[in-house]
């Protein structure tokens, strides 16, 4: 895959959890942008779940963070004030260089397209016209959307750019040469995880790949991200 190292698309989703899960995929979108601040990194919100990250390197130091990322905590949301576990998968993705994506060609049968009304961070309606795109790859199910432009026509651009970039990836994950191949729904699995977050009943955060174990969450959790990566 030919990308610029550059640029990272982060995206967070909520997984088992309920209000939670939304919560804590929030906490982990604020973190990234965090960091991205902390690093002098231009930040962009393309959609409410993925934020676009230009800066040195962006793309070669955050995408070890793909993967399932789990918290333990004393719910906010629960009156009882028990312990619960959230989970949110985090997506890591470059942005192909443009000859390569216009190599890509996708049959129009294989995809769905959604306008919807741009939103702003809050929630709040920041467009009455629906210039949001989103674009779905029907045998995979692979979404990718975005808000950013006030044009339609330049959302679905950025949209699809995304979303050949999801599709490149999973190729290459599944050792597919040609996506006509793909024709597995792509779940995210959450039976397992790459870092735990515990913050009751006592404080850690432990990366499960490279076993490094550290007590400082609440500083991993304002953007220091260094604290668990080396270089």
Do not use: C
């Not at 934020?51 to 995408?63: T, V």
């Not at 216009?102 to 397209?113: F, M, R």
């Amino acid at each position: 895959m030919n990308y610029n190292q550059n640029i990272a698309y982060v995206s967070v989703y909520a997984g088992a959890g309920g209000d939670d899960a939304k919560d804590w995929a929030s906490m982990l979108l604020r973190m990234y942008g965090k960091y991205a601040d902390k690093r002098g990194w231009k930040k962009s919100i393309i959609d409410e779940n993925t934020l676009e990250l230009r800066g040195e390197k962006s793309y070669e130091r955050l995408k070890e963070e793909s993967g399932v990322h789990r918290l333990v905590r004393i719910s906010p949301f629960d009156a009882k004030k028990l312990r619960h576990t959230s989970f949110a998968l985090v997506e890591v993705l470059p942005e192909l260089e443009e000859i390569e994506a216009s190599n890509i060609n996708i049959p129009e049968a294989d995809l769905k397209v959604e306008f919807f009304r741009s939103s702003g961070p809050g929630g709040q309606n920041v467009n009455k016209v629906e210039t949001a795109v989103r674009v779905i790859h029907l045998p995979t199910g692979l979404k990718a959307s975005s808000q950013t432009g006030r044009a339609q026509s330049a959302n679905r651009d950025a949209a699809m750019k995304l979303l050949k970039a999801k599709l490149l990836k999973l190729m290459e994950e599944k050792k597919e040469k040609e996506i006509s191949g793909l024709r597995t729904k792509a779940e995210p699995n959450w039976g397992y995880e790459i870092r735990s977050y515990v913050l009751h009943p006592y404080k850690m955060v432990k990366d499960h790949i490279t076993k490094e174990k550290i007590s400082r969450v609440e500083e991993v959790l304002e953007g220091n991200l260094d604290l668990l990566k080396k270089g």
